[in-house]
């Protein structure tokens, strides 16, 4: 009996979900009448504005992953080793971005770095996309930093460190070369979910008024018919391609680990 109500719990939320989704791209796939077609998806492809966005996009995107190892790793790890006691106050201000709407906080940049402000930078593009990155780190810095706690937390970070260190190795090599390799898996982790965050965000990069791919799913849903559903079906693609390839990886980390 028990089964039996855990498998119909399991059926009814895959209807839940997979039953708008397949709405969605049966009608994504009707534009030309009478039959199925991909002429949506075509269009989509077709428009110069689609990799205009999406190729902005995935730029940010990977400044923010960059930026984000570079501010996670390091604190995740001396936070671990040097200061267990302040792992409540870390993981409580890495959560702030959960329950602070995202408007809040484009709001504040504006206000702290417009082009009267002591450091302007929503005066140029340039300052502006390092906002836009900065804003789009610290959305993202929950998953990051708990990705990366995680991993840290499979290893022996004091027994590694003094390894090193009793070899003659500096803090910028103990991260570098033995650190960040035993938590890669981690923090590819870390990086696909801030991918997915990027591609689909839209506060941000609307207010900061920057050609985002997240401003173009908007655009294009308040004018189009059938370009909007099959635009959705593609940045769907998009992020449980990203969750995949976090399983991949995962998978080819233990099965190495196995191996050894």
Same mark, same amino acid.
């Given at each position: 009996?028990?089964?039996?109500?855990?498998?119909?719990?399991?059926?009814?939320?895959?209807?839940?979900?997979?039953?708008?989704?397949?709405?969605?791209?049966?009608?994504?796939?009707?534009?030309?009448?009478?039959?199925? +077609?991909?002429?949506?998806?075509?269009?989509? =492809?077709?428009?110069?504005?689609?990799?205009?966005?999406?190729?902005? +996009?995935? %730029?940010?995107?990977?400044?923010?992953?960059?930026?984000?190892?570079? $501010?996670?790793?390091?604190?995740?790890?001396? #936070?671990? $080793? @040097?200061?267990?006691?302040?792992?409540?106050?870390?993981?409580?201000?890495?959560?702030?971005?959960?329950?602070?709407?995202?408007?809040?906080?484009?709001? *504040?940049?504006?206000?702290?770095?417009?082009? +009267? !402000?002591?450091?302007?930078?929503? *005066? !140029?593009?340039?300052?502006?996309?390092?906002? $836009? %990155?900065?804003?789009?780190?610290?959305?993202?810095?929950?998953?990051?930093?708990?990705? #990366?706690? %995680?991993?840290?937390?499979?290893?022996? #970070?004091?027994?590694? %460190?003094?390894?090193?260190? +009793?070899? *003659?190795?500096?803090? =910028?090599?103990?991260?570098?070369?033995?650190?960040?390799?035993?938590?890669?898996?981690? #923090?590819?982790?870390?990086? =696909?979910?801030?991918?997915?965050?990027?591609? *689909?965000?839209?506060?941000?990069? &609307?207010?900061? /008024?920057?050609? &985002?791919?997240?401003?173009?799913?908007?655009?294009?849903?308040? /004018?189009?018919?059938?370009?909007?559903?099959?635009? &959705?079906?593609?940045?769907?693609?998009?992020?449980?391609?990203?969750?995949?390839?976090?399983?991949?990886?995962?998978?080819? !980390?233990?099965?190495?680990?196995? @191996?050894?």
């Amino acid at each position: 009996m028990k089964r039996l109500v855990a498998w119909a719990a399991f059926l009814l939320g895959c209807l839940y979900f997979l039953l708008p989704l397949i709405g969605m791209t049966e009608f994504s796939l009707k534009m030309r009448r009478g039959e199925y +077609s991909f002429d949506a998806y075509v269009r989509v =492809f077709e428009d110069p504005r689609f990799w205009e966005t999406f190729g902005y +996009s995935l %730029t940010l995107a990977a400044a923010t992953i960059v930026f984000g190892v570079l $501010l996670v790793v390091p604190t995740a790890y001396w #936070v671990r $080793l @040097k200061l267990p006691q302040a792992r409540p106050i870390i993981e409580f201000i890495t959560l702030l971005p959960l329950v602070i709407p995202a408007i809040v906080i484009v709001f *504040g940049y504006i206000r702290l770095y417009n082009t +009267s !402000s002591f450091l302007p930078l929503t *005066g !140029s593009a340039f300052g502006t996309d390092i906002l $836009l %990155t900065m804003g789009y780190a610290t959305l993202a810095l929950p998953y990051m930093y708990r990705a #990366v706690d %995680t991993g840290l937390r499979t290893i022996d #970070v004091a027994t590694l %460190t003094e390894a090193a260190q +009793s070899l *003659g190795a500096g803090w =910028f090599t103990i991260l570098a070369r033995i650190i960040l390799p035993n938590v890669l898996v981690a #923090v590819l982790s870390g990086a =696909f979910l801030t991918l997915a965050i990027v591609i *689909g965000e839209f506060t941000m990069a &609307a207010l900061l /008024n920057r050609p &985002a791919f997240g401003p173009y799913m908007q655009l294009l849903g308040a /004018n189009r018919a059938y370009e909007p559903p099959a635009l &959705a079906v593609i940045a769907f693609a998009i992020t449980w391609g990203c969750m995949g390839l976090i399983q991949l990886v995962t998978r080819f !980390s233990k099965h190495e680990r196995a @191996k050894a």
